[in-house]
């Protein structure tokens, strides 16, 4: 029961991750590589809101306001005159994530930093004591993923959002501001990634390079899943089964590695992934 509800969580963490890499690339088709360092702003979000004394709970909307602006910011300044040339964006999107990284050294310094748990204690799940923190995640991830759901297919700007994929041309010949759609996209994915920085804070220490393996996992769950939430689902499913199983057994050097090998491989055999064709 212990490794079933270890690779719920697991899955669950890795969902909530990605969620907003898979947002922006959806609309943008641009991976955004400062999403580790968004993450990382969350993190350091909740670790202030930790030092001022606040509620441990007050770290998630300040985590989420701090990445929303921050992508407002990035969309406008940064993001914006590179649309035409992704190549460049996906570039100017890594140098990025190094500057914020340099920034919150130089704001904090390079020591490493914990974050006490909002939520301590275990729960008994069939007969199996679990960390209830971990189980609280499990939950987050799902209002996430319906969140976006409802958003996407139940919104004014979610059936916009979707005509801007489809064709974004077609779309501005109808009136749509594609532009205004990229804005709010991207923002809304940058406070998606601060709030998994946030979310997963508890679990590991704080430091100013802590999004990177995160980026590494979310990425390239994202290329195997497309643009599709429900093939993201499937693919933190069984990515994220197969990586604490192997570290649970094997080794957790070997588990960290499994996400990124069993996508490199499932490319090669299948290159829209886990999308339909």
């Known amino acids: 029961m212990a490794l079933l509800l270890d690779i719920l969580t ?5 969902y909530a991750v990605a969620s907003g890499l898979l947002l922006i690339f959806g609309v943008m088709k641009i991976i955004n590589f400062a999403h580790g360092a968004f993450l990382t702003l969350g993190a350091y ?34 993001m914006r005159p590179l649309y035409a040339r992704p190549l460049d964006a996906i570039l100017a999107t890594w140098g990025l994530g190094m500057v914020i990284g340099q920034l919150i050294t130089l704001a904090f310094g390079r020591e490493v930093q914990f974050v006490a748990s909002p939520v301590q204690g275990t729960v008994n799940v069939w007969g ?12 987050a991830a799902a209002v996430i993923g319906i969140g976006m759901a409802a958003l996407l297919t139940r919104t004014r700007f979610g059936l916009i959002t979707r005509a801007v994929i489809m064709n974004e041309q077609l779309a501005r010949g109808l009136g749509i501001h594609s532009g205004a759609v990229r804005f709010i996209t991207f923002s809304v994915g940058a406070g998606l990634g601060s709030l998994a920085g946030c979310l997963i804070t508890p679990l590991s220490s704080v430091d100013p390079n802590m999004g990177i393996p995160w980026l590494m996992n979310a990425f390239m769950l994202v290329m195997v899943s497309g643009a599709s939430m429900a093939s993201l689902l499937l693919a933190t499913l069984l990515f994220g089964a197969i990586q604490v199983v192997v570290s649970t057994y094997f080794s957790p050097i070997l588990g960290g590695l499994a996400i990124v090998v069993l996508a490199a491989i499932t490319l090669r055999i299948r290159p829209k992934g886990f999308a339909r064709d």
């Open 45 to 78: 979000a909740s670790l202030v809101a930790s030092n001022l004394g606040l509620s441990p709970w007050a770290g998630v909307p300040l985590a989420i306001l701090v990445g929303a602006l921050a992508g407002m910011v990035v969309e406008l300044l940064i």
């Open 10 to 14: 697991t899955v669950a963490i890795l």
């Open 128 to 139: 199996t004591d679990y960390s209830a923190y971990r189980l609280l995640l499990v939950v």
